[in-house]
């Protein structure tokens, strides 16, 4: 894919649009120009004069052509912070667009699509996290887009199409690529993108410093993307849910080369959903029901998954982390079971359980490094990706990377040769976490002081509650219109013509606020009967001066004593947790579903009666 113009003008009149690069040449007599008409969706390059209309939008780029239920919407990238360099490439995260749309009245069902496209890339909203540059391919990391021994001078893009797992927008980009408009797309990735620049180290061989800079990226994969609950396990074809490429880039600068950065390593891990098929379907209970498709279900979309791991990635190591013990526990049993499956009859697959709750407990963090001296091993088999010219795992292949550069000797801790560094390390990775969770679930990472500062503290386990409730919260009564923005900007949905399944949805917030407030009039009202009948000289040292005093009070209340605590305590009581009830028990029914693909999240469903996993 050819390089993007850096800046772009966009002309707008009835339903066509004329787009052209910005040209600094006034001899120019003509320019490429895209033009693009919003009611057909027809795409046409040609060759015309400079446009000089008034009304001319300035933008960086154009992020699609969304198809809508009636015409078309252009949209354009129109700000951008710079979030680093890569190559001597800028990146920049999307801070705003625009979106041209037909002329005339806009009807319910457009409206309606074109709020989720705004929500799909709106900063603030599920759109967070949205990265691109155009002189370099950021869906491709730099063991993809470059041969091992290569020219680490190499341009971005070069002659390779972005890799469709990690291009967010190629949906919608799709008709603009079709039409030979490449250098007018902007591909986006969603996921991290943050550097560490000036880092400085001291050379073993000759105690000379060095300059490094280093990056750290995270892909966020637009095959099964989605929230946390409406997308879980693996979906037919193997693609696992919210799947997440990362990779850690360490760059040496070299003055005599005017700062060109000229010798290169990269380091590459990959996480997802579990790739079972498996559901988690909110229904307002703290814990959503796991539902598991029975044995040998999943074992197609388990051979995919990993066969698509080792075509890309050559050797794969699985390591799972989840705890051995209740719903959990069920999940890495059959995980287990496929991977020696797999291992036995399809192909190489380590499988390593690590129960991280379980190894852990009681605050005993340090004993994560276990988990390095069970994969210490394979991680030196597979290693990283070195070009020169002329997380428990970041860490350790940083510090391999620095040892094979001469920067750090043999078997020393990266803590204790370069204090400063690991401190910013800590909090590049805790960031990279907490950026990745937020795009799926919400919030930040659980635990994320822990990888922060290295310590387990009050604070923190404040700050997990708090997240803790903000997601129950956001997966209840937020997530399904999160999950349509998601599936209408990675081309899951695209309109067909046939009226949208969208429609208002009820919600249980009002019924539990009444419910909480029945409960607290309730407690409070038998609160202040029990002073009462403490003031009256009843003893409450202990529960069974409690119950005589109450037998007490009861026997000599008067009838419309006993009405009053009737109205007063149990009835509102008796509303309040039975109304409580009916919520719970109707959760699946109250909570904020997706409906532009509901189909997507439940690929395990109960059959009626006995309640066997059956897969869809």
């Known amino acids: 894919m050819a390089e993007s113009y850096p800046l772009i003008r966009v002309l707008q009149q009835g339903d066509l649009v004329a787009v052209q690069p910005l040209s600094n040449s006034a001899s120019s007599d003509t320019l490429e120009t895209l033009s693009v008409d919003l009611q057909t969706g027809t795409v046409t390059l040609l060759q015309q004069p400079p446009i000089t209309a008034t009304g001319i939008i300035s933008a960086l780029g154009l992020l699609g052509l969304a198809k809508l239920q009636t015409g078309y919407a ?23 667009h625009t979106v041209l749309q037909p002329q005339g009245s806009v009807s319910s069902d457009n409206q309606s699509l074109l709020t989720l496209l705004a929500d799909a890339l709106d900063p603030l909203g599920s759109g967070r996290t949205l990265y691109f540059s155009h002189f370099h391919d950021l869906t491709r990391s730099e063991q993809e887009a470059r041969p091992v021994g290569g020219d680490v001078r190499g341009p971005g893009r070069g002659g390779l199409q972005p890799d469709p797992r990690y291009f967010w927008n190629r949906a919608i980009a799709r008709p603009l690529l079709d039409a030979g408009a490449d250098r007018f797309v902007l591909p986006l990735i969603m996921g991290f993108v943050r550097q560490l620049p000036g880092l400085t180290f001291t050379s073993v061989a000759d105690g000379k410093t060095v300059s490094a800079t280093l990056t750290l990226i995270a892909r966020r994969s637009a095959q099964r993307a989605g929230t946390r609950h409406w997308r879980r396990g693996a979906d037919p074809e193997g693609n696992a849910a919210n799947f997440v490429e990362t990779e850690q880039i360490l760059s040496l600068d070299d003055s005599s080369s005017s700062g060109r950065q000229l010798t290169l ?6 996480r997802g959903s579990i790739p079972l098929l498996w559901t988690q379907l909110p229904s307002i209970k703290y814990k959503p029901t796991t539902v598991i498709a029975p044995a040998g279900d999943s074992s197609a979309p388990f051979d995919k998954h990993f066969k698509s791991l080792e075509e890309q990635y050559q050797d794969v190591v699985a390591v799972n982390l989840i705890n051995h013990k209740g719903t959990e526990g069920r999940l890495e049993e059959v995980f287990r079971k496929e991977a020696l499956r797999y291992a036995s009859s399809v192909g190489p697959l380590r499988y390593l359980a ?7 407990k009681g605050q005993r963090y340090a004993r994560v490094s276990l988990l390095w001296d069970k994969v210490e091993e394979d991680f030196l088999r597979h ?13 350790k292949a940083l510090e391999h990377m620095l040892v094979r550069l001469g920067l750090l000797a043999e078997k020393t801790l990266l803590a204790v040769a370069c204090v400063e560094v690991e401190r910013q390390f800590k909090i590049l990775w805790a960031d990279h ?9 919400g919030t930040g990472a659980m635990k994320s002081g822990f990888t922060r500062t290295g310590k387990r503290t009050v604070g923190g386990m404040i700050d997990d509650g708090v997240k803790a409730v903000l997601r129950y919260y956001l997966n209840n009564f ?7 923005a998601v599936d209408l900007l990675t081309g899951a949905f695209t309109p067909d013509g046939r009226p949208l399944p969208l429609k208002s949805q ?12 029945a409960i607290a009039f309730g407690s409070h009202s038998l609160g202040r009967l029990i002073s009462e009948a403490a003031t009256s000289g009843f003893s409450l040292s202990s529960l069974g001066s409690i119950q005589a005093g109450m037998g007490s009070l009861m026997n000599e209340t008067t009838a419309n004593g006993v009405k009053a605590v009737l109205l007063a305590v149990l009835l509102p009581l008796t509303v309040g947790f039975g109304l409580l009830a009916l919520v719970v028990q109707n959760g699946k029914h109250l909570v904020n579903k997706p409906q532009l693909c509901p189909q997507l999240a439940n690929t395990v469903r109960k059959v009626a009666g006995g309640g066997k996993a059956k897969s869809s």
């Open 74 to 96: 252009l949209v354009l990238a129109t700000a951008a912070a710079h979030a680093a360099h890569l190559s001597g490439a800028r990146v920049y995260t999307l801070e705003t």
């Open 265 to 270: 390593a990269s380091y590459v891990e990959v």
């Open 354 to 360: 690590f129960d991280f709750h379980h190894e852990t």
């Open 383 to 395: 290693g990283f990706s070195l070009w020169r010219q002329g997380g428990v795992l970041g860490r």
């Open 433 to 441: 976490g907490d950026a990745v969770s937020t795009q799926y679930a």
């Open 478 to 484: 937020q997530d399904g219109k999160k999950q349509d």
């Open 506 to 517: 009820p919600s249980p917030l009002l019924p539990i606020l009444f419910a909480l407030l």
